[in-house]
């Protein structure tokens, strides 16, 4: 099944998640004085602004509109959490834009399309103060209009064998391809449902949608076969895990496992010339139930000593059971390129993190020469169980 992902009124949403005071007010991000609205609140939509609205017109409709200016680095920060959240379920991800995408959970072993999309739902909410909508289907046409048949804030599942009942009866102006002056002509028509759309005449429909025809008529059936789009980078992520002899319940040597398995990570990270943003660990219980928690750092590193505090909150995130584990894994996704230090350190934080970085590279050299070196809590994930 796939799920597609919409946020609402991202813009505006983040700014209202940075700015609690603007929440349920009619707001919109966009020029001050002239421009155009990037992104309105919904109250804001209901008094009539709407995107791309000219900010002058989006004033005159709506005198009390607070205006913000856009910031498309937040926003893009955003949208890398948002999407980081995603991963903890599946790598199948295509993103269609900051705030929209599919994904793929077919072959999550232990939740079912509708839980994966309640928890993350869940996540998104109480991690970036944003809502988003979710539609569930067989096919991107089918998800992408559950998705946005009602925001915000939805959740719609379509079983499978049921996208053409569900589609039927809503308006022709759902289907790709019909936009306001084609649904003008399909409405003219008499073409009005999706219904109408999926049984009208061959010669009608050729006339109405050209070479489109077929395609079109197929989407009324709830046939869409547009495969997903996964990016797939030079490293889209590294991850290890480590599944144990015994089921194991000592919260130190898991934490020292984790640590080892950061040093060995981070140093194909560093031999690929790359950093990342997204660490995430997943644990596994007895009865091969799965959890993970992820988070995202504010920039990116090739250190492994940027992970090792990270850790213990993340291994209690995903182990919320009091029961052992029987496996451990850590990823690390958000794949970069590293930033680019200056020649001169200037600060004690800038004086520790280059003497770190050339630690760590003097230790990558040597593992390079077999020279058996380790970090010390390595120690103890081989001299305990």
């Not at 949608?209 to 996964?230: N, W």
């Not at 797939?232 to 290890?240: F, I, L, N, P, T």
Request: with cysteine; net charge neutral.
């Amino acid at each position: 099944m796939l799920i597609h992902l919409d946020a609402d009124a991202f813009y505006a949403s983040v700014e209202q998640a940075e700015n609690p005071d603007l929440r349920g007010k009619a707001m919109a991000v966009g020029g001050i004085h002239r421009g155009i609205i990037a992104s309105a609140s919904y109250p804001a939509r209901a008094r009539g602004v709407y995107t791309p609205m000219p900010t002058a017109s989006a004033r005159r409709v709506c005198p009390e509109l607070i205006l913000v200016h856009g910031d498309m680095e937040k926003y893009a920060h955003y949208s890398r959490r948002l999407f980081s959240f995603i991963e903890d379920f599946t790598p199948l991800i295509e993103r269609t834009s900051i705030d929209e995408g599919y994904f793929d959970v077919s072959g999550h072993r232990t939740l079912n399309a509708m839980q994966i999309a309640a928890r993350l739902k869940a996540k998104v909410q109480a991690e970036l103060g944003i809502t988003i909508s979710l539609g569930i289907g067989e096919n991107k046409l089918v998800s992408q209009i559950a998705a946005k048949l009602r925001k915000p804030d939805a959740l719609v599942e379509v079983p499978p064998g049921t996208a053409r009942e569900f589609l039927a009866p809503l308006e022709a102006r759902w289907l790709p391809g019909i936009g306001p002056k084609a649904a003008e002509r399909f409405t003219a028509a008499g073409l009005l449902t999706i219904r109408d759309v999926a049984e009208a005449a061959e010669a009608q429909l050729a006339a109405l949608a050209g070479s489109g025809a077929a395609q079109l008529r197929a989407y009324a059936l709830g046939i869409d076969e547009r495969p997903l789009v996964v990016e797939r980078d030079e490293a889209k992520s590294y991850g290890v895990q480590d599944t144990f002899s015994e089921n194991i319940s000592d919260r130190e040597t898991i934490l020292a496992t984790l640590r080892t398995m950061a040093d060995g990570l981070m140093a194909k990270v560093r031999a690929d010339g790359k950093a990342i943003r997204t660490l995430t660990i997943k644990v596994r219980y007895p009865d091969f139930t799965d959890e993970s928690h992820g988070t995202t750092l504010d920039q990116a590193t090739n250190l492994e000593t940027d992970i090792y505090p990270r850790l213990a909150a993340l291994l209690r995130g995903a182990w919320q059971r009091e029961e052992p584990l029987r496996l451990v894994s850590l990823r690390f996704s958000n794949v970069c390129e590293p930033v680019v230090q200056g020649e001169l350190a200037l600060d004690l934080d800038a004086i520790r993190r280059t003497r770190q970085q050339k630690a760590a590279e003097l230790l990558d050299q040597l593992r390079a020469k077999d020279l058996p070196l380790t970090r010390g809590h390595a120690v103890r994930t081989r001299t305990e169980p």
